[in-house]
């Protein structure tokens, strides 16, 4: 089985690139998107394993993409934002939430968190 692929739905093109590299770094595969309506595109082309939202993409559209991401693949949401509060982020069904900038490892370790095996059991051997 190949690399978690992980959606990343960012506005910003300089901290797309930056949140990229740090996943990609870590064994990630990243479709990356600009917009809510790409996001629902790339993810009903191909469910991502995790989604990581900016919640003020297309004008604050992220928010209704958390909600539609959740409700359309099940896929696990960090929500993003340097605006936004975690209150409203986990309010539209985010599993996280980390405030803008991200701090690269605050952001790999909410990944792997979200993307770890949920037995108990897993890390035998």
């Known amino acids: 089985m190949g690399a978690a692929v992980i959606l990343l739905v960012e506005r910003d093109p300089y901290a797309a690139e930056m949140t990229e590299h ?3 770094t870590e064994g990630y595969e990243v479709g990356l998107v600009f917009s809510a309506d790409e ?8 469910a991502p394993a995790l989604a990581i ?29 340097s605006l936004t509060s975690a209150e409203a982020a986990y309010s539209v069904g985010a599993s996280a939430f980390l405030q ?8 790999v370790t909410a990944v792997q968190k979200l993307l770890a095996p949920s037995t108990p059991t897993s890390e035998a051997e």
């Open 22 to 24: 740090f996943l990609r």
């Open 39 to 46: 996001a629902l595109a790339a993810a009903a082309e191909r």
């Open 53 to 81: 939202v900016d919640l003020l993409v297309s004008g604050a559209d992220g928010q209704r993409l958390c909600s539609e991401l959740l409700l359309r693949t099940h896929t696990p949401v960090i929500a993003i934002s």
């Open 100 to 107: 803008k900038p991200i701090e690269p490892l605050e952001l």
